[in-house]
C-alpha cells in the first residue's frame, strides 16, 4: 500500500520495525523515521497497517515514542488494519484530547490487491475528514465505501471476514469428504467443484479461492491471520453478547490447524494437510 503512495506522489515518511519494507519504500523515495514519535511530527496524515490491534494501541498511546506524542492538532490518523471497532474508538478517544481525527478504513482485496492498488476500503468517521483523506485512499484502493460513523469500517470488515472464513473452513471439509466418498462412486473433485460452483452451494469464496487452491496456487495469507481475524470477530461478539455458534466452530477448526504447525503457512496448506491426513488426493 506504502509504494502505491509512494507512486501517486505522496512525500511518505516511513517506521516499521522490519528492515526490509523501509528500506524497500526508501529506495522509492520515501524518509525513514526512527519511532512513531517522529512519523507524527512530520506528518498531516498517518497510515497504520499493523497485525494486531494491541500493536494500534500501542503505537497511538505510547507516552513516549506514541503517535499521539508527536501529531499537531488537525493531524488525521487512518487506521487500515484489521482490527475491533471498541480499538478504533478508544484510540480516537485519546486523539481528540489533543485535536487529533481518526478513521477507520480496514482493507479488503489481499496481498495482491494491496500491491495492485485495487483493494476495497470500507470507510468509518466523520464525512468532513472522511473526505479529507480521498486522495490518500483513492492511491490505495478502486473501491471506497463510506459506511458510517466512527468504528463502522472495522464492523463492516469483521462482519465480512465472519462470512468469507465460515465459508473457506466449511469448503475444506465439503471437498475433503468429497475427495474422500468420490473413490467409491467414481466421480473426480473437478465435478464436484463445478456443480457446487453452478449451484446453490456456491459463493464468491468458493468460485475464487477454493478454485485458486484447488488448481495448487496459494492465496497470500497465512492461517494465522485468518486465526487472528476468527478470534477479533469472536471477541467482539462477545462484546455485544451474540451467540456465533457457526463461527466459534470455524475458529476451532483453524486453532487445530495452528495446533498442527499450519499457522505460518498459506491457507492452501490445509489442502496439503488433508490430502495426507485422508489419503486423498484435492486437486482440480
Known amino acids: 500500500m506504502a509504494l502505491n503512495l509512494a507512486k501517486a506522489g505522496f512525500d511518505l515518511t516511513v517506521y516499521d520495525i522490519k528492515r526490509e519494507p523501509v528500506e524497500e519504500l526508501v529506495r522509492a523515495g520515501a524518509k525513514a523515521a526512527g519511532s512513531p514519535k517522529e512519523v507524527a511530527l512530520v506528518s498531516d496524515i498517518i497510515c497504520y497497517s499493523l497485525p494486531d490491534p494491541a500493536i494500534s494501541e500501542q503505537l497511538t498511546l505510547d507516552s513516549q515514542n506514541g503517535v499521539l ?3 499537531k492538532k488537525g493531524t488525521i490518523i487512518i487506521e487500515l488494519s484489521t482490527v475491533l471497532p471498541s480499538t478504533v474508538r478508544k484510540m480516537a478517544e485519546a486523539a481528540k484530547k489533543i485535536g487529533v481525527e481518526v478513521i477507520d478504513s480496514p482493507v479488503m482485496g489481499g496481498h495482491r490487491g494491496a500491491v495492485e492498488g485495487t483493494l476495497y476500503l470500507v470507510v468509518g468517521g466523520e464525512k468532513e475528514v472522511v473526505e479529507k483523506c480521498l486522495p490518500v485512499l483513492q492511491a490505495i484502493g478502486k473501491k471506497i465505501s463510506h459506511v458510517g460513523g466512527l468504528g463502522s469500517g472495522a464492523l463492516v470488515k469483521l462482519v465480512n471476514n465472519l462470512c468469507a472464513h465460515n465459508s473457506l473452513c466449511a469448503g475444506f471439509e465439503a471437498l475433503a469428504l468429497a475427495a ?4 467409491d462412486v467414481g466421480i473426480d ?11 446453490t452451494g456456491t459463493s464468491w ?19 494465522d491471520i485468518a486465526y487472528k481475524d476468527s478470534l477479533l470477530i469472536s471477541t467482539m461478539a462477545r462484546e455485544l453478547g451474540v451467540p456465533l455458534m457457526v463461527h466459534n466452530a ?6 487445530f490447524y495452528k495446533a498442527e504447525g499450519l499457522g505460518p503457512k498459506d491457507r492452501s496448506s490445509i489442502y496439503r494437510y488433508l490430502e495426507k491426513l485422508l489419503n486423498i488426493q484435492m486437486r482440480i
Open 205 to 223: 469464496v468458493w468460485q475464487n479461492y477454493h478454485s485458486k487452491m484447488l488448481s495448487g496456487q496459494d492465496l497470500g495469507a497465512t492461517v
Open 69 to 71: 506524542v508527536g501529531a
Open 250 to 255: 470455524t475458529l476451532a477448526q483453524l486453532a
Open 180 to 183: 474422500k466418498a468420490g473413490k
Open 189 to 199: 473433485l473437478k465435478t464436484v467443484f463445478e456443480v457446487i460452483r453452478d449451484g
